[in-house]
């Protein structure tokens, strides 16, 4: 046997299920001894990534008998003065509330470093942190904020599959180095985050429901109850008022799968429209340099989410359309022209104008499908990390544009003639699709505007650093090197979104 | 030029296509020698690898004059003697039943570091692993097992696409850190995984068929089986014997259509009776620190499985509905119809009744397969890496009983009345409808039990470690602190997940 | 206050939005004080990503007045000469052409790492590159070329999100240790890619659109085109050209529905038409180490490529499909067939066979896609990365042959028995599924041959290095330790692309 191999501290079984798979790893010699307060579930999860990262750990627990069969053997279980001594550094794995019950060990943790992976129950915005309150019932132990985004089953499968990012703030940076380095060891990535007045920020992180989310819903839930109602109106409640005809049947699949296509479009018109504002901004002011209002600013961040609702929509109206005829409403309606054509003694019954019409309708909207699915699918993170620049920037842009383009040909396909057709103003209300194609054609203008050579030469001047007020081309040499191959509207998104580091976007 | 600059070693070309899109790293002196006995795809990979981290590497090969042009040409492709000598590390990327021809090296590497790279044809359950034979046959070396779950694509294309994770266990300390820098400057994580008796679970690890699938699976497919003979019998089998109507056409289509949402609803409401089940022992036991039995461990860690085969039922399901008005035999069944009409001189036929009922199902079962989409999207890894604790539970748990009551409430207004029609219970067998909703109601139900206030407080308490036993409240301060945002579900799923450290879940 | 907490240099705001979650973190003594010449997008994520890791920052503008609202306070903006004298490590981040400008800054940067950040505006063929050009321009520095493939938003978010690899290469090793040092505190991951002469690499890097796609997509338009021109000549001209039946209403859906289904098969069996090719290859040649002609190499390299393209079009067809009898074509000729039928006071109209011939392609069909969307949805890289090289080769290669199985019953089952009716060859041109059926059958035959035992014997024999030109089994005992349990196309395919490390591919 080589001479060098240190004696195993134990030979263990690693527990559960009658699995053979973890020895104890031996320890190098001068390792911290890792000590664990409490005995939950992430204490149990720490215990054994800790264990198999090759520290030596002991648990302190209140009842250490009880709590001894459900840790590793090789972590050593036993009463939390016990374990305050033994350890180097402690992860305080315990309820906030009962931080007070630990008062008595604080002889025990002077000078050492204590590690605070609590969470609070909800987001914080005024008073201290709960890292900050433990810094203060133990002024001479070096307190770090950090673990509490990893949860139980991150600790347990490893950074394969959960979060790999642990972030960390502290006063002391020894202390914040020594959990750095466990962190390297156990195969996450600390984040420094800075002082321990960070922590308020850190522990706010996991509490957060999709914070980025929230205007893009509302808009479209806004945008679908009142397409819903105008719809409502002008097919089913105007023929009841005017004729008498009964269409409350379509109310649960037909006026949606008007409304539905409706809110997909315009909101995807919104994707686009915020890059165009930028630009004409930057036109209008003739540099680059100044900043954007506020609202256009969280606009440029949200148009992932606005696009991903869009295409939720859209995808929803292609269900539904493909569901119509199967319907018993359609079976009946189908009947009916039939026997009425029977007794009319039409033999042949073709309206070239009608075909073509929905030939040429579905295929646009088929196409648009298509190529919004390809920009869904490339939204997609691991998809996202595989392509480069030039890659997303030809799909986003270029890719939706064209997305953008074939949803509005759909829907001026669809209106056809009927914009032209005065029994289709009910109520004086133009049919839907007339309200809907408002946005996406002034969109898609906008677009066309800035191909224009002098339009398209002078934006691509003031990005690189032109001003009006200078009349002096190329003088600011310390632009952006990335300008080259990045659209006009991302650009513009990176330079508002520059203060959000670390916040959820 | 800066006189820090080593001298290059080898100025190559980098071979292959005519790119000159690699030279020679120079190697910082002190480096290690990393050698490679063996010459097939793994070692080509490797050693391109090396090289290009800027490590030395020599290759030994039976036969170097025929193996130098497939090696890149700053890895000098030498005698394996002479690689052994040469080398300070050493992967032996040979088939382990050619290890004993390795005898003759035994002089020349003792005392150096081998690293077991092989992997096993079948999974091994008792004997000794590859790497303990090879640590028999050289006890003067210290064998480090490694780099077995590393395909030589992932070498090539480096850790961006391939997995990143490296399960390194050994005897020696020493020789484990030396591969454990290796690893890092690779690009890799390498992870501890303890002593050579480690070495059995990291052989088996690649040889794994989807081991958490098979459960699900076998499930999905007994389901199915089991609905299919029972919709046969009902809706083809018994009107043939009865009444001597051949609807053998419908088995490719209309019967599985039957059968697909059936097993669907049963395996989504099978996603979430585990965790009503570990909810109610914990109120029965009124603690959460007893162990729940085996067989509800097992199935509490194989929900997600569960549910993306009730999503690809759901979504199949879909596809066959949406084909079933395409039809041959729908359209004569439609001929049939219109043509009786005709004849019977029915001038409107209109059943609001038939309408309304398939309206309003069509409308629950898209918005029921929309959540379940939302569901399987954010399932997908980088998607679920992407969102914290609270949105996770929000989506998996909220969101996904929405979808259960919505596929419930599609379920019931496709039954309509006809549960209460007696012309549809064939040899007194219920309509499948009524049998498929006894365990998702079940399961509705039970989740609404939980609701009720005193229940909820109470399972509240166990959660934060209140014990009937002691009839003390808040007694246990050393508690997850995490438990104040997750689900009683996913709470006790933790608890039971914490011995598989390592296994494939 | 523990005494060892040094006293922070800034205690900043961190600005934006009223943020305060991010406070300056406390530099350690010693660690490199890093500048940054340039104020544009890049500088600024830069510069907040170097200050939440613990650097002190300081930013060389030309106009410090105009800038120091832009950084974030910790960070120094001053004047470049100030920032080059002060700053140990220099992120040139400038426009490439004005390098030039900075010649003044020599004396102040000589001695001290140069980062170059830039990138081109089109692949670099021929000439120098812009790192080797700025080597040109401060002799005396050392120039380290990296991060031009991380965007700010990349250094904004954390590598979380963004790629996390950042390419190096110098021909100072020293410089290039301390640009790695910086990486790995930043999260990322550094590649060492060797000397400066590999900077034309790295930065052609960012400027590839999509390389490996371009084969399988101009492939699938090729298809697309002649199959689309065939059927329009078989279906829509012939019946015009020789009955004068206008169809021309078929091209937009009907005719598009005929041609995506013949270009998805096509291209799914050219997915393994190239792992037989290899495998036939082998055993043609009794030996695994001679290489493949180059074609046949870049083809094995695209098979995941060509699939996609299958699958999307694959996609495509069953949407479009679905949308059939939605259209009012559809609708009148229905109408047509029912009037002609109540004329002929025909009561049941049914064609067992045609029924039959539609219920089963269909249901071929549907398994055929689902089968399709596994392959789909294993190919994104986060899925691919949780399974192993078992479970991966069973899906893509005993799935994917399932799913091109299924794909050939769905058309010969489409097919039923039109092949050998006279009226269906127009122009004496068959009917397109005939042209459609050949390479599919070829290749799964092909497969089939692979099964017989003795073939698949000696194909095993050879790829654990038996040689026909040795009679010697066995005797080669260095070759991959893998091959137990990879598909020999799989084999054959890492075989020939280990040439093309850090290629995209």
Same mark, same amino acid.
């Given at each position: ?36 307060l409490g005995t939950g579930d992430f204490s149990r999860s720490l215990a054994r990534r800790l264990v198999a990262s090759g520290y030596q750990v002991v648990v302190g627990s209140r009842i250490p008998k009880r709590s001894v069969a459900l840790f590793p053997e090789e972590a050593e279980v036993t009463s939390q003065m016990e374990a305050a001594n033994q350890a180097d550094l402690v992860f305080v794995a315990v309820f906030p509330e009962h931080y007070s019950t630990l008062v008595e060990l604080k002889p025990a943790l002077a000078g050492k470093t204590l590690v605070d992976v609590s969470n609070g129950l909800q987001i914080n915005r005024e008073g201290p942190s709960i890292a900050e309150q433990l810094a203060d019932l133990f002024p001479e132990s070096f307190v770090v904020k950090g673990f509490n985004t990893i949860s139980a089953w991150a600790l347990q499968v490893g950074p394969r599959d959960g979060s790999r990012q642990v972030f960390l703030c ?48 509302? #808009? *479209? ?33 037909? *006026? ?41 600013? %969280? ?5 992932? %989410? ?16 493909? #569901? ?13 022209? +039939? ?26 909207? !088929? ?18 990390? *595989? ?44 049919? *839907?699709? +007339? ?55 991302? +650009?513009?998104?990176?330079? %508002? !979104? ?8």
């Amino acid at each position: 046997m080589p001479d060098e191999m240190s004696r195993p501290l134990i030979r263990g079984r690693g527990g559960g299920g009658g699995s053979r798979h973890l020895e104890a790893s031996v320890s190098e010699p001068g390792a911290p001894v890792i000590g664990i307060l409490g005995t939950g579930d992430f204490s149990r999860s720490l215990a054994r990534r800790l264990v198999a990262s090759g520290y030596q750990v002991v648990v302190g627990s209140r009842i250490p008998k009880r709590s001894v069969a459900l840790f590793p053997e090789e972590a050593e279980v036993t009463s939390q003065m016990e374990a305050a001594n033994q350890a180097d550094l402690v992860f305080v794995a315990v309820f906030p509330e009962h931080y007070s019950t630990l008062v008595e060990l604080k002889p025990a943790l002077a000078g050492k470093t204590l590690v605070d992976v609590s969470n609070g129950l909800q987001i914080n915005r005024e008073g201290p942190s709960i890292a900050e309150q433990l810094a203060d019932l133990f002024p001479e132990s070096f307190v770090v904020k950090g673990f509490n985004t990893i949860s139980a089953w991150a600790l347990q499968v490893g950074p394969r599959d959960g979060s790999r990012q642990v972030f960390l703030c502290s006063d002391s940076q020894k202390a914040k180095s020594s959990v750095m380095q466990l962190c390297h060891r156990m195969g996450f990535i600390p984040i420094d985050m800075g002082l321990l007045s960070s922590a308020v920020e850190i522990e706010n992180l996991p509490l957060y429901l999709f914070p980025s989310w929230r205007i893009p819903v509302l #808009c *479209t839930l806004s945008l679908f109850i009142f397409f819903y109602l105008y719809n409502f109106l002008h097919d089913v409640l105007q023929p009841f008022v005017t004729a008498g005809k009964s269409s409350f049947y379509k109310m649960p699949i037909e *006026t949606v799968n008007v409304t539905l296509p409706s809110v997909a479009l315009v909101m995807l018109a919104l994707v686009y429209l915020p890059g165009l504002c930028a630009a004409f901004l930057q036109l209008w002011w003739g540099t680059k340099y100044k900043r954007f209002p506020n609202w256009l600013d %969280q606009w440029l961040t949200r148009r992932k %989410q606005f696009g991903l609702c869009s295409f939720l929509c859209a995808v929803l109206h292609a269900i539904y359309s493909l #569901c119509l005829p199967m319907r018993k409403s359609a079976h009946y309606k189908l009947i009916d022209v +039939v026997f009425k054509q029977v007794k009319d003694g039409k033999e042949v019954s073709w309206d070239d104008d009608a075909v073509w019409r929905m030939e040429l309708y579905l295929s646009a909207g !088929i196409m648009a499908l298509g190529l919004l699915s390809l920009l869904a699918v490339t939204s997609l993170p691991s998809v996202a990390n *595989t392509i480069n620049w030039r890659e997303f920037s030809f799909i986003q842009s270029t890719l939706g544009y064209c997305a953008l383009s074939m949803a509005t040909v759909h829907t001026l396909l669809f209106g056809w003639d009927r914009a032209f057709d005065p029994a289709r103003y009910h109520f004086y209300l133009p049919p *839907t699709f +007339v309200l809907v194609l408002i946005l996406p054609l002034m969109v898609l203008l906008g677009r066309l505007a800035l191909f224009v050579p002098c339009v398209a030469s002078r934006l691509r001047q003031i990005r690189r650093g032109w001003e009006k007020s200078r009349h002096i081309r190329f003088i600011l040499p310390d632009d952006d090197c990335r300008n080259g191959l990045e659209d006009v509207s991302n +650009v513009v998104a990176s330079q %508002q !979104i520059i203060w959000k580091l670390f916040r959820r976007i």
